[in-house]
């Protein structure tokens, strides 16, 4: 601290007991500093105050230089407060993991001032994960839902269409990116239309101007009727706050339902939003995205020229085929007496067929007839045979079924003054002339008393 009691004790001119009489006294004048001498002094100060801290925070735009030395800045849960770090190549090799924007990690360093830019800075001499960042936990919370929603699906996601006539681009009017993107489109495919639809890309405002700004694509009909191909969402790198806007849930439900086809290219390669995971496809770059969805002029001219190329060796191919086919239709035209011959030995070879075939044919039936002739009788007296024996059957069986066998067992019918056979002694009465039939004759007869076997039962006359 001396430093700081030079400047409350220094002064200039010279001190009461000095060669001038006067009783005036000299005004104090404050030390003038160097900025170098007090930025360094200032670095000392805070050294030689705080020594070696440990510093909790979230992890936000980290880098890594060439030269491997990474650069960050740490910054507290509420956001108002934020420490520029830099990480040494040697110190940052010692890292296990992949340190990214979001993470919530624990680092030890010293404090000190940038000298360059007079910024405080803490030189981390060794990071650690302290649990996950409160947007990182937010961006994985959302991605989980979204996700068991099947809003990530490959089943859903549709192809590209390979040579679009129209492009809709969905950025920042200021953005680099649209100049990245337009300038590969015109270098590629300058055939290509090309729709801005301009919108915020960073703020609380971007996410509703990022959904309209897709609303308005679809709904987007140029002259002829016929919309966009292909829509694209860009924006350039940045940190896990600036590329926020693309994880917002109202943008990554907008970019699932988009009834055009979109490629996401946003942030650097490294960078991954859930627009990217809902996207019809991801590209790592702005730049990229503009590639993806235009095939390049020159290798469709190409295309075109082997097409072209094909089809007139096809076409000549054709023609030389029919034109032989012609000849020969030509040359079988111009000689009819060759075809009248050709057809004359066709005739004779047919007559000659016949002529050896229809005496083997005859000879044939006529064998066929006599085999038949020989099998008649024998067929038709089997059969006679098989008719009288079914008759004989029959015959029995009828003769089995007459009345008159039953009489020859000494049995009798007996019949009434009416011609009705009588079953029961209930149709008898004492006085009442019957007719009964034997086997060799019919006796009349007079029924002189009614015995029944059973009595029988009175019945009820009553009315």
């Not at 404050?30 to 001498?37: F, P, T």
């Not at 010692?94 to 803490?122: I, N, T, W, Y």
């Given at each position: ?157 549709r192809?590209?269409a ?8 969905v ?15 015109r ?24 959904v ?52 996401c ?24 995205a ?20 094909s ?67 024998q ?82 006359s009553?009315?």
């Amino acid at each position: 601290m001396g430093w700081l009691e030079d400047t409350a004790r220094g002064r200039s001119g010279v001190g009461s007991g000095g060669g001038r009489g006067s009783a005036a006294e000299v005004a104090p004048r404050a030390r003038v500093w160097g900025v170098a001498a007090l930025v360094q002094a200032v670095a000392d100060t805070l050294s030689a105050r705080y020594g070696t801290v440990v510093v909790q925070g979230e992890l936000s735009g980290v880098t890594v230089a060439s030269s491997g030395h990474a650069y960050f800045t740490l910054k507290d849960e509420s956001g108002q407060a934020a420490l520029r770090c830099a990480m040494f190549r040697r110190a940052f090799s010692q890292v296990g993991f992949r340190p990214m924007d979001g993470q919530r990690v624990e680092v030890q360093g010293k404090v000190s001032v940038f000298e360059a830019r007079g910024e405080l800075q803490l030189v981390v001499e060794s990071l650690q994960r302290a649990g996950e960042g409160a947007l990182f936990e937010q961006f994985l919370r959302l991605k989980a839902r979204l996700e068991a929603e099947g809003l990530f699906d490959a089943s859903r996601k549709r192809p590209i269409a390979p040579w679009p006539r129209r492009v809709g681009v969905v950025t920042s009017l200021g953005a680099a990116a649209l100049r990245d993107v337009l300038t590969a489109l015109r270098r590629r495919a300058p055939h290509v239309d090309v729709l801005v639809l301009p919108c915020s890309v960073q703020g609380a405002e971007a996410p509703p101007q990022i959904v309209q700004a897709l609303q308005v694509a679809q709904a987007w009909r140029g002259t002829d009727g016929l919309g966009l191909d292909t829509v694209l969402l860009c924006r350039g790198g940045g940190s896990l706050e600036d590329l926020w806007a693309f994880n917002d849930e109202r943008v990554v439900r907008a970019v699932a339902a988009s009834a055009v086809p979109v490629i996401c290219g946003v942030g650097h390669e490294t960078d991954i939003t859930l627009a990217d995971l809902a996207a019809d496809l991801r590209a790592p770059t702005p730049t990229a995205a503009a590639e993806l969805c235009s095939l390049p002029r020159a290798d469709q001219l190409e295309a075109l020229d082997d097409l072209a190329m094909s089809l007139t060796d096809a076409l000549h191919r054709r023609l030389d085929q029919q034109a032989q086919r012609l000849d020969r239709l030509a040359l079988r035209l111009s000689r009819p007496g060759g075809l009248v011959h050709s057809a004359r030995q066709e005739v004779f070879a047919l007559e000659a067929r016949m002529r050896q075939v229809l005496p083997q044919r005859l000879l044939a039936e006529r064998h066929h007839c006599a085999t038949a002739a020989q099998r008649l009788p024998q067929a038709l007296s089997q059969r006679l045979a098989q008719a009288d024996r079914a008759l004989a059957l029959q015959a029995s069986r009828l003769n089995l079924l007459d009345p008159r066998r039953t009489l020859e067992r000494g049995y009798a019918w007996v019949e009434g003054e009416d011609g009705l056979a009588v079953t029961g002694v209930a149709q008898l009465h004492p006085g009442q002339a019957l007719a009964v039939h034997l086997a060799d004759g019919v006796a009349q007869t007079t029924v002189q008393q009614v015995t029944p076997t059973h009595p029988v039962k009175p019945t009820d006359s009553a009315g």
